[in-house]
């Protein structure tokens, strides 16, 4: 159980073009997701938490313009990140917790790599 | 603002040998700890968590919490090349769903 899936799980794109990557819990409900970044030997850092039904909230320094969060239903969270730059490469990996628990589970993450 | 701390390595063991990572914390209200294991270009896997007081064993696994010193850390017995890894610490405040992360701890067990 407890299992997270994102997709995709590597995608190259242009500079100035968007992105969405997809983050679902497979086999349980989480009203709350998160969104981490982390780039290479680095820890993560967590970009925002994604609340079903309502707003995202971001972490101090993270754009909400540039990284739109969607939690559309209780098993699906979207992050796009809009006019993509090369800064923008980046490890991005998805948590979520099953309602009624306090374990973040990990998406396998995926990598961006904006040319 | 919420720190968490782990022992800087890389830390180098042989294999068979025990792996001691330490973790502290600044937050004295935290009230759950967590222990994820990350494989180099993988993400995070969940190896324990620990919310009392004392000593919790998963196989080769132990953590161990004393929220008295603000202190967690995790045991590998018996370690084996394929736990050679990045041992993250996360932290998670009673009344906030984020977790708070250190750096990580680099373990290499030598064959």
């Known amino acids: 159980g407890a299992v997270v899936s994102q997709h995709p799980s590597r995608v190259i794109c242009k500079s100035g073009t968007s992105v969405k990557i997809e983050c679902r819990s497979l086999d349980f409900q989480a009203t709350t997701m998160f969104w981490y970044r982390q780039f290479p030997k680095q820890s993560l850092m967590l970009m925002a938490t994604?609340?079903?039904?309502?707003?995202?909230?971001?972490e101090q320094g993270v754009e909400k313009d540039k990284f739109l969060i969607n939690h559309a239903s209780l098993t699906l969270s979207t992050l796009t990140v809009t006019s993509a730059h090369p800064e923008d490469s980046s490890f991005y990996i998805c948590s979520a917790t099953p309602d009624g628990q306090e374990t973040q589970y990990f998406g396998p993450g995926t990598r961006l790599l904006v040319l | 603002q919420k720190e968490v701390e782990q022992n800087s390595g890389p830390l180098s063991v042989p294999e068979g040998a025990i792996a001691s990572l330490n973790c502290t914390y600044s937050?004295?209200?935290?009230?759950?700890f967590f222990w994820y294991r990350q494989y180099s270009g993988k993400s995070p896997e969940l190896i324990m968590s620990i919310y009392s007081n004392g000593d919790k064993e998963d196989g080769r696994f132990t953590a161990q919490l004393n929220k008295a010193s603000q202190y967690v850390s995790l045991l590998i017995r018996d370690s084996q090349p394929s736990d050679s890894a990045t041992y993250l610490c996360a932290v998670r405040e009673s009344n906030d769903y984020k977790l708070s992360f250190g750096a990580g701890t680099t373990v290499t067990v030598r064959a």
């Open positions: 937050d004295r209200v935290s009230q759950s």
């Open positions: 994604s609340n079903e039904g309502s707003k995202a909230t971001y």
